[in-house]
């Protein structure tokens, strides 16, 4: 089974996208990228783990904190990801962090024919 690591923050409607990928796929794990507003006002499932971050930091900082906090989380060699929700800045932090870390990378979204790996 796969761990997925998904951005929750910012976009109209990205919530909803997010919690579907929860919802329709048994993931090992599921790590959510989010701010405290996130935390907070998400409800999250049983195999979700919020990370909270703090977004308005500068981008080398972001990417640290987040490698930082992924690297006794992540046990595979590879996770799927997922960008629906959050900033480019905050998109750009998780790919640095990961690719630090020696991970591979799946894109996976929700589309019309169900979970895709992108």
Not at 58 to 87: M, P
Not at 104 to 112: M, P
Request: with cysteine; glycine share 10%.
């Amino acid at each position: 089974m796969t761990e997925l690591v998904a951005c929750l923050s910012t976009g109209k409607g990205t919530w909803g996208h997010v919690n579907r990928l929860l919802e329709d796929e048994s993931w090992e794990k599921v790590i959510l990228i989010t701010n405290e507003y996130g935390k907070e006002n998400f409800k999250k499932n049983e195999k979700s783990e919020f990370l909270v971050i703090n977004p308005n930091q500068g981008l080398r900082e972001l990417r640290d904190e987040i490698h930082n906090k992924l690297k006794d989380q992540i046990k595979g060699t590879e996770v799927a990801i997922n960008f629906i929700s959050g900033s480019g800045k905050e998109h750009m932090a998780l790919i640095g962090a990961l690719l630090k870390l020696g991970v591979g990378i799946r894109l996976t979204a929700l589309t019309k024919e169900g979970i895709e790996e992108i």
